[in-house]
């Protein structure tokens, strides 16, 4: 390991701070820069998801850095969704038919600070807060700051950047404005937006819904999620259009207006949300959308990681796992490519991880907006519940002959998000094809639908692999 190479990291949330918690572990000298206060000192939620599905792609980058059991205290587990219509009934839709396969909720800011404590407990790591970076030169290899503090500006130099500093990264900012090579960008909005509510705990502290389930309100063109906290409380999020149908943010601007919306469409959490206007007018509307980018890198001296290279909407739980599974796929690149100490080792190091990464990363974002429609509206509806029934039966009697889609995506993490879209879609459609067609008897032998399932799979995978989309 040459210990001489100085590594800098723009962003200390949740991917930065487990780089270079990583990169800090590997004995490299690491400088991050933070543009908030540190969260650990300063209230800083700003109505950013306040708590996240945590998984297992997520806990394999844990284990990577040795902190799985701190990680794990911080976690509540949610087996399944649990589906609210109109009426108030409910009914649990588990996630896998296999016990052991679950997600977990899991406070941002508390693994955030985690992360950080963990990085600064090894000498070769500083990290800065209040340091904003405007812009990168990516020829000289260094980044321009201005400091909150201070109120000065100042230019900080290394041998590496590593910008982990979110969809509006300065340094993804720097590579399109620079125009020193082909770069390629694209940023996706959603017509729908969010909205941070919450449901408090009981006066006595309890949960006064389930706490291990993640809780869906189901509306067709727009939907209500709330995930458990470890205080009692639930984060509860609202996700509606901007502009389109009878209600909308637009035009949810009064008191009235809101609880009008949620007397007719969510009768049973209004009786759980005293707080509901005060949350609502505190709280920012926010955006969401999808970036994809290439080059994620230039020459041998930067690179994007994380959001900042790939930011996705939040419907498989999937953005901070994959950020996570970032670091981990960068990390067995480096240790193929041992003591890089020139910016050609570090070219052949980013050409790597890119050119491995890239398309899994660019299956997760397809894979949210797909599930995105899943969650606001096919969760309600017979065939697709008939679907989820049959894959529940058939992974808890098959456990080792089948996994669906969504259990390839978040509890396979040894395989790529692409291979898992692929293989998990053509099963969706296979099922969803012979349900349709009533080619499956559902009180059937399973072993004989099982044996269906896999050959009409494998037909719809083989027509993929003649078309050239495998």
Known sequence: MNKQQNILIIGAGLCGS????????????????????????????AGRSINLAFSDRGNKAMKLVGIENQVKALCIPMNGRMIHDKDGNTFLSNYSGRDYEYINSISRGDLNALLLDEAE????VSIYFNRKCKSVDFENTTALFYDYESKTEFVEDADVIFATDGAGSAMRKSYYLGKK???????????????????????????KIYKNALHIWPR????????????????????????????????????ENVTDFFKKEF?????????????????????????????????????????????????????????????????????????????????TIFKAYERT????????????????????????????????????ALEQHFPEEYTSKYSLVTFNENIGYREAMLKGRAQDKAILNMLADKKIDLNGDLRSILDKVKFETEAILEDDRIAGLK
């Open 267 to 347: 009768p049973d959490a209004l009786e759980l949300m005293p707080n509901l206007i005060e949350d609502f007018f505190k709280n920012p509307t926010s955006p969401l959308g999808t970036v994809k980018c290439s080059p994620w890198h230039f020459k041998g001296n930067t690179l994007l990681m994380g959001d900042a290279a790939h930011a996705i909407v939040p419907f498989y739980g999937q953005g901070m796992n994959a950020s996570f599974e970032d670091v981990v796929e960068f990390d067995t690149v480096l240790e193929k490519h041992k003591n890089p100490s020139t910016k050609s080792d570090w070219e």
């Open 181 to 207: 090579f082909l770069f390629s960008f694209s940023q996706d909005y959603l017509t729908h937006g969010y909205k941070e509510l919450s449901i408090l705990p009981t006066k006595e502290g309890d949960y």
């Open 18 to 45: 487990l780089l270079a918690l990583r990169l800090g572990q590997r004995g490299y000298h690491v400088t991050v820069m933070e543009k908030r206060p540190d969260l650990r000192k300063v209230n800083i939620s």
């Open 121 to 124: 407990k090894h000498e070769n």
């Open 357 to 392: 990464r890239k398309k899994d990363t660019d299956a997760i974002a397809d894979l949210a907006i797909d599930n995105f429609h899943e969650m606001k509206e096919h969760v309600n509806h017979d065939l697709f519940r008939e679907k989820r029934n049959l894959e529940m």
């Open 220 to 255: 067709g063109s727009f939907m209500l999620i709330a995930l458990p906290n470890l205080d009692g409380s639930f984060t509860v999020t609202l996700f509606l259009s901007h502009d389109d149908g009878e209600y909308n943010f637009s035009n949810l601007t009064t008191p």
